[in-house]
């Protein structure tokens, strides 16, 4: 694959992910009873992943791949480059801390030859469901990804510190109220 531009690469690298788990479905899970048979092989919601600080690793994606066996969270590199496992993509069989929204997710690297050659084949995953059968239909297990990237895709909430009023008189502690004794610990 060559540097195309970003939009391009993601969708480049997508529709890879769908073909490569596609034809992982087709071969090597034919037959397997863990296969949800109302479903199929679709990424979600894939978005260019904000890159954290001054890291200098590829560019990733984040989006969720549902297949009849498996919901994942996947961060998909959309250029080829050297595995630095604090941007990614994590070496196979490694995991690492990610920090998405507010949330802290555990990723494993993983290597899918069926993506292509060398660090193209290489991605990171986080188990959502498995296996899929509580899913009616594509359109329940389409609706759970956006809701679970819509979540994590939230800002970090800011913390709120109400200061308390200048004025206001010291309360007494609750135990000490019920055992008599004033805010000064004294009893009454």
């Not at 863990?34 to 984040?62: H, R, T």
């Amino acid at each position: 694959m060559t540097h195309a531009p970003l939009p391009a690469m993601l969708a480049q690298r997508t529709q890879a992910l769908c073909q490569a788990f596609g034809r992982i479905q087709r071969e090597r899970m034919d037959g397997v009873p863990v296969l949800n048979q109302q479903l199929q092989v679709q990424a979600v919601g894939f978005e260019l992943q904000p890159q954290a600080g001054d890291s200098a690793g590829p560019p990733m994606a984040l989006g969720v791949l549902v297949t009849p066996w498996f919901m994942n969270l996947i961060r998909l590199p959309l250029q080829a480059g050297p595995v630095v496992s604090n941007v990614g993509p994590l070496p196979p069989g490694t995991n690492a801390p990610r920090d998405l929204g507010a949330q802290t997710l555990d990723f494993i690297g993983a290597h899918e030859p069926l993506l292509g050659d060398g660090a193209w084949a290489q991605y990171e995953l986080c188990s959502l469901y498995s296996p899929m059968f509580e899913f009616a239909d594509q359109a329940a297990a389409v609706a759970t990804a956006h809701e679970v990237l819509r979540l994590l895709r939230l800002p970090p909430a800011q913390p709120v510190v109400v200061p308390a009023p200048a004025s206001a008189p010291p309360q007494p502690a609750r135990r000490g109220f019920l055992l008599g004794r004033s805010a000064g610990g004294a009893p009454r």
